[in-house]
């Protein structure tokens, strides 16, 4: 029976920056369009943690009944380290969507977006048909083009849209540098478990580019959010704030072109994840600027 302390590990927190990122993002574009509503950026939260831990135990579930989990560098899987039942890590998954779908119409009854409701169903199926069903998508390469999708520009333009209306050009850049740093998470993973997936089957972007690829792979996901910032500095100089996360960017391509690998990965992951909330931040700063300066 699974501790406390392995739930929680279960649920992967080192991911939670991912989720919030894309709310700090879009709250700071509303605060730039002149409207501050605490209250719906508390809801778009929710809803985005929510879909996170979600799809975490999702996977732990769907990985974990196919075998996919049982030889693993990564952090604790519930279910393919047999420390938890599978129906039970389902049940949480599902859980957690349903916490996500509630605090999500909540979010378009307050916003009258009700077109959001299908992007929501939409956002909870890729959730977890990202390894789940027969035919899962994360297992044909096609991860990081969801992850791009929901947490760039669903993500981000999505807090816009039910805060302060349509987005700006300058939000709508923003939404892109955030879906491709996020990519730059799961790159890092798939880049670590490259081996073990190889071997089960799992054909991930990774396996399909091979180490070398991937890793240029990574190192553009990471650098091309800062040229962007420095494009919309051009247009609004407080975007350049993004620039300040230049030297942790520096620092995490510097490890992955020198050949970073298992457990080391698991540390460059993390620090992503960093990059992503800092980057995400300093650029919400600068969008609420923008009106201001």
Same mark, same amino acid.
């Given at each position: ?100 779908? /509630? &605090?999500?119409?909540?979010? @378009?009854? !307050?916003? +009258? #977006?009700?077109?959001?409701? $299908?992007? %929501?169903?939409?956002? =909870? ?118 620039? /300040? &996360?230049?030297?942790?960017? @520096?620092? !995490?391509? +510097? #490890?992955?072109?020198?050949? $970073?690998? %298992?457990?080391?990965? =698991? ?27």
């Amino acid at each position: 029976m699974a501790t406390i302390a392995q739930w929680i590990e279960g649920a992967r927190p080192r991911t939670l920056p991912t989720a919030i990122s894309p709310v700090v993002a879009g709250t700071g574009a509303a605060i730039g369009a002149g409207v501050v509503a605490p209250g719906r950026a508390v809801l778009a939260l929710i809803v985005a943690i929510a879909l996170v831990v979600g799809v975490n135990f999702a996977n732990d579930y769907s990985d974990g009944i196919r075998g996919t989990d049982d030889e693993r560098v990564g952090p604790l899987r519930l279910v393919g380290s047999k420390v938890a039942e599978p129906t039970t890590v389902r049940a949480i998954a599902i859980v957690s969507f349903s916490i996500a779908g /509630l &605090a999500g119409l909540t979010l @378009v009854s !307050l916003s +009258r #977006q009700w077109w959001l409701i $299908a992007v %929501g169903v939409v956002c =909870i199926a890729g959730a977890w048909f990202y390894t789940g069903g027969k035919r899962p998508y994360g297992y044909s390469g096609l991860g990081e083009v969801a992850v791009f999708v929901f947490f760039g520009p669903i993500g981000v333009l999505g807090t816009v849209i039910t805060q302060s209306g349509p987005p700006t050009a300058l939000a709508v850049v923003t939404s892109v540098g955030v879906g491709m740093i996020t990519c730059a998470v799961l790159v890092a993973n798939n880049l670590r478990d490259i081996p073990s997936d190889t071997v089960v089957g799992k054909r991930t972007l990774a396996v399909v580019l091979g180490d070398a690829d991937t890793r240029r792979l990574y190192v553009a996901l990471v650098t091309v959010p800062l040229l962007l910032s420095a494009l919309a500095g051009l247009r609004s100089w407080p975007m350049l704030f993004g620039l /300040l &996360a230049l030297p942790l960017a @520096v620092a !995490l391509t +510097r #490890q992955v072109l020198s050949g $970073a690998d %298992g457990r080391k990965l =698991i540390r460059v992951l993390a620090q992503t994840s960093v990059l992503l909330l800092v980057w995400s931040a300093l650029t919400a700063v600068g969008l609420g600027l923008g009106q201001i300066v």
